[in-house]
């Protein structure tokens, strides 16, 4: 059973182009979240999805930034006219429907660098 | 709302000498709590969880934790530390809104062990 898978690993992207930053969940998981690292920071809880649906999208930039997790294929994080200020790891978790009694498992994260 | 502080930034620490990673959350709610490990240029590892139950949680490579509701305080402790224990450690919280998975991160301690 494969783990979550993110990729690509690193991307470098230059100001105003778009990054689309990918997530394949654990086998049998049908909910998505995406956290962002910033440098010398922890994590911040940006959305938590479920197939099709977005449930709580309230560290969600409010510009720019969008998420979804299609009824097939991959969650997707997108970032449009990317900013210096955009450059961290941004890490996806999947998990089992809620109140399961199981963690969320992470990525490895993508590594996001705006020149 | 609910939040984290991790009050150490870094710890160093000498092998083979014990070590305890200080935590202190804030919720008006029950709370269900984290501690996550990421090793460099890797995603974040579950090290244990409290949901319910015994205060005194053992996790994964020798490390535990005690939950103190009175003093709001889930330290993570290690009596005898390696040097494949140097990496970043990351406290979270869930309240358990939409399921245990969604967390609040604190800021992270790096843990230095030094030969």
């Known amino acids: 059973n494969a783990g979550v898978m993110q990729n690509p690993r690193h991307l470098v992207r230059r100001r105003g182009q778009e990054a689309r930053l990918r997530c394949s969940p654990m086998?049998?998981?049908?909910?998505v979240y995406w956290y962002r690292q910033l440098p010398e920071e922890g994590l911040k809880f940006m959305v938590y999805l479920q197939k099709e649906n977005i449930i709580d999208e309230s560290g969600m930039p409010k510009e720019r930034f969008s998420a979804e997790f299609p009824k097939e294929g991959p969650s997707i994080l997108r970032i449009q006219q990317v900013v210096r200020g955009d450059s961290a790891a941004y890490f996806c978790?999947?998990?089992?429907?809620?109140?399961?009694?199981?963690?969320?498992?992470f990525g490895q994260g993508t590594r996001l660098t705006v020149v | 709302a609910q939040s984290v502080t991790q009050l150490d930034s870094q710890v160093p620490v000498f092998e083979e000498a014990p070590v305890e990673l200080r935590c202190n959350y804030s919720?008006?709610?029950?709370?269900?709590l984290f501690w996550y490990v990421q090793y460099p240029n890797q995603g974040l590892q579950l090290l244990l969880k409290y949901l319910s139950g015994s205060t005194l949680v053992k996790g994964i490579n020798g490390f535990e934790a005690e939950f103190n509701k009175s003093q709001t305080s889930f330290h993570l402790r290690k009596p005898s530390v390696h040097i494949s224990d140097t990496a970043e450690y990351f406290c979270a919280v869930s309240d358990g809104s939409g399921g245990y998975q969604k967390v609040t991160f604190g800021t992270g301690t790096k843990l230095q062990v030094i030969p």
């Open positions: 978790a999947s998990s089992p429907p809620p109140y399961s009694d199981t963690e969320a498992f």
């Open positions: 086998k049998g998981h049908s909910h």
């Open positions: 919720s008006s709610v029950s709370v269900y």
